[in-house]
Nanobody, 116 residues
Framework: QGQLVESGGGLVQPGGSLRLSCAAS????????MAWYRQAPGKQREFIAL???????AYVASVKDRFTISRDSAKNTVYLQMNSLKVEDTAVYYC??????????WGQGTQVTVSS
């Protein structure tokens, strides 16, 4: 059974930056696509970024040019660097893994709050 554990969330002011990490354990995730989703209060969970096993990336338009997804296969870890954060980026951020969309593995989520 694979497990995903997110970290790095917190409170940040508008315009600030955060880096989320997602550590995978218990299974080999190197052959899987990895993604980040988020869910704001009262809204559905939405896809925001994907990195394939080959390193190709894709982003939802609202975060493109502000967020960067990357992975370190040796550490079985995926990252989400978030810059120029906006109030509307406030949400619980979830790590996801699998070759479907969404994949079958989910983390427990980490809260990101952007507020002055």
């Amino acid at each position: 059974q694979g497990q995903l554990v997110e970290s790095g969330g917190g409170l940040v002011q508008p315009g600030g930056s955060l880096r989320l990490s997602c550590a995978a354990s218990g299974s080999s995730f190197s052959g899987l696509n990895m993604a980040w989703y988020r869910q704001a209060p009262g809204k559905q969970r939405e896809f925001i970024a994907l990195i394939t096993r080959d390193g190709s990336t894709a982003y939802v338009a609202s975060v493109k040019d502000r967020f960067t997804i990357s992975r370190d296969s040796a550490k079985n870890t995926v990252y989400l660097q978030m810059n120029s954060l906006k109030v509307e980026d406030t949400a619980v951020y979830y790590c996801n893994a699998g070759n479907s969309r969404p994949g079958e593995y989910w983390g427990q989520g980490t809260q990101v709050t952007v507020s002055s």
